[in-house]
């Protein structure tokens, strides 16, 4: 009988092989990666949007958003690019800023809130009659066969609003996350 030659096993202090080690350390590696990976996938999706409109391939940062009052259901918001401020004694605003501008039909006394539909129809209530970018002084404006809508909600002071229009052929998408400051331009003087 031929005798059976075997390798000798490194064993350590703690009774465990070198080999059965590399396994432990290779599964612990795995689960480690595994866990981690669990926790990436579980994080909430948090994306933050910025105040920001894009028409074809430009964006504008809206530093700041108006309530302007026409009188009766003639309603507009006017986002600004630049940090500008509205004078009700003057009646105007301190600069021309490029930005977007939305015109609403409301019922008098009205608020902002809710979904509203751009329409070709003259003076439909909760609509939006018109919306017009401006860029590098240039308006675009929405004509009758433009779409899109525009949603509000309000908690407090700070105003939420998300745009959406087509506009020439073009997307025109915005949000806005702020307050938006009165500029009475129906009866100058009047807050």
């Known amino acids: 009988m031929q005798g059976v030659i075997r390798k000798a096993k490194r064993v350590g202090k703690n009774g465990i092989t070198q ?86 039909y409301l019922p008098i006394g009205a608020s902002f809130g809710g979904t509203y539909q751009l329409t070709n129809e003259f003076e439909v209530d909760n609509t939006v009659r018109n919306a017009e970018i401006r860029i590098n002084g240039v308006s675009i404006y929405s004509t009758d066969e433009d779409t899109g809508s525009v949603v509000i909600t309000k908690d407090g002071d700070i105003y939420e609003i998300t745009c959406s229009f087509t506009i020439d052929g073009k997307k025109l998408e915005a949000y806005y996350k702020g307050e938006l400051t009165y500029a009475n331009l129906f009866m100058p003087g009047k807050k």
Do not use: P, R
């Open 19 to 104: 080999k059965n080690m590399k396994k432990f350390s290779f599964k612990l590696v795995l689960m480690v990666l595994a866990l981690s990976m669990v926790f990436v996938s579980c994080k909430k999706d948090e994306t933050e949007l910025s105040n920001e409109a894009t028409y074809d391939g430009t964006t504008l940062t809206l530093k700041k958003g108006f309530h302007e009052n026409h009188g009766g259901w003639y309603q507009t918001i006017y986002f600004a690019a630049k940090d500008i401020t509205f004078d009700q004694n003057a009646f105007s605003y301190s600069e021309e800023s490029d930005g977007l501008v939305i015109d609403f």
